[in-house]
Nanobody, 127 residues
Framework: QVQLVESGGGSVQAGGDLRLSCAAS??????MGWFRQAPGKEREGVAAFYTFYTGGRTTYYADSVKGRFTISRDNAKNTVYLQMNSLKPEDTAMYYC???????????????????WGQGTQVTVSS
């Protein structure tokens, strides 16, 4: 059974930085992503590692976080990170880590593509 555990959330002022971690156990998935959901809004993709059928890999970012957020991973620790810099109040949300089995269809930002989810970690950015 795959388990994903997020950590690193908290409260910061606008312009501050946070680093989220997602520790995976049970299996290592190459397709991992970060999503967020603010109250009253749909869950949206923030960043993700994506593996193509050919084996090629890439990373994707939502336009709203490009240049500010960086997704990375430490395979030895089976952990995915989301470095968030220059945070804005509109980044306030619950952040979730997700994993998709190879061959899962859908765009990287589509929640239904992902098979496993963490419990979430809250990020609050004050102005």
């Amino acid at each position: 059974q795959v388990q994903l555990v997020e950590s690193g959330g908290g409260s910061v002022q606008a312009g501050g930085d946070l680093r989220l971690s997602c520790a995976a156990s049970g299996y290592t998935y190459s397709n991992m992503g970060w999503f967020r959901q603010a109250p009253g809004k749909e869950r949206e993709g923030v960043a993700a590692f994506y593996t193509f059928y050919t084996g090629g890999r890439t990373t994707y970012y939502a336009d709203s976080v490009k240049g500010r957020f960086t997704i990375s991973r430490d395979n030895a620790k089976n952990t995915v990170y989301l470095q968030m810099n220059s945070l804005k109040p509109e980044d306030t949300a619950m952040y979730y880590c997700a994993a998709a089995r190879l061959g899962s269809g859908g765009y990287w930002y589509t929640p239904s593509r992902y098979n496993y989810w963490g419990q979430g970690t809250q990020v609050t950015v004050s102005s």
